[in-house]
């Protein structure tokens, strides 16, 4: 009605001529499944100035529709008698079915009846993971004065800058290594321990602290 040729409207929308021409025909097997076709046609009927609601409702009740089942072809006496002989075989198959069902239904009553109902199971309490004390670095640095400390905790290295009066807590499960620009600048507690001002002003101090699994406790050395 509006006069565009295929090869127009496939270079506007980008969908092939095919594709065009297998959604006027109501061809939708012959595209890609059921979300590229309501994606093409909703793409077509915005193109084509038509409402895309009304055109995908309309491919729904299509899609939709169940196909009609074939009608049943006539039986001939042969084939009516072998059917009748499998309805019948089906029937004393259901039935003996059941009644193995029943059957074990009543054995079991008689078993569960002559045994007690176990008491229930007690749930395993779950603690709460003990505090690993002494399995563990922690160094706690205040700050006399502005000072840049660099510490390597399991391997880990850090940096940071500290301003007067700042604490930090450093912590590692296998060594700790503290080494501090200003030695006289910071005062230092490792693992409870007051270690005092470690170093000398103006002089970069460092230590290595490691955990000793023998003893629990922390070792240092230079």
Do not use: C
């Amino acid at each position: 009605m509006r006069g565009i040729t295929l090869d127009a409207a496939s270079r506007d929308t980008k969908l092939h001529v095919d594709q065009l021409h297998a959604l006027e025909s109501e061809d939708f097997d012959s595209l890609l499944g059921d979300v590229y076709v309501r994606g093409s046609l909703r793409t077509y009927a915005q193109y084509l100035g038509v409402s895309p609601d009304k055109v995908i409702a309309a491919y729904a009740r299509h899609a939709d529709e169940p196909e009609p089942p074939p009608p049943p072809a006539k039986l001939g006496r042969v084939e009516r008698a072998i059917a009748a002989t499998r309805v019948r075989d089906n029937q004393r198959l259901m039935v003996f079915l059941a009644l193995t069902a029943l059957a074990f239904a009543v054995v079991f009553g008689f078993v569960s009846r002559g045994h007690s109902a176990p008491p229930p199971a007690t749930l395993p309490t779950v603690a709460a993971a003990p505090n690993p004390v002494g399995r563990q670095i922690d160094a706690v640095l205040k700050a006399l004065k502005p000072v840049d400390v660099v510490v390597v905790s399991d391997g880990e290295h850090h940096r940071y800058s500290l301003s007067r009066g700042e604490t930090r807590t450093f912590m590692a499960e296998m060594a700790l290594k503290l080494e501090v620009m200003d030695g006289g600048a910071v005062h230092l507690r490792v693992n409870g321990v007051d270690m005092g001002v470690p170093g000398f002003d103006g002089v970069p101090w460092r230590h290595s602290y490691s955990f000793d699994t023998t003893s629990n406790s922390a070792s240092s050395g230079g």
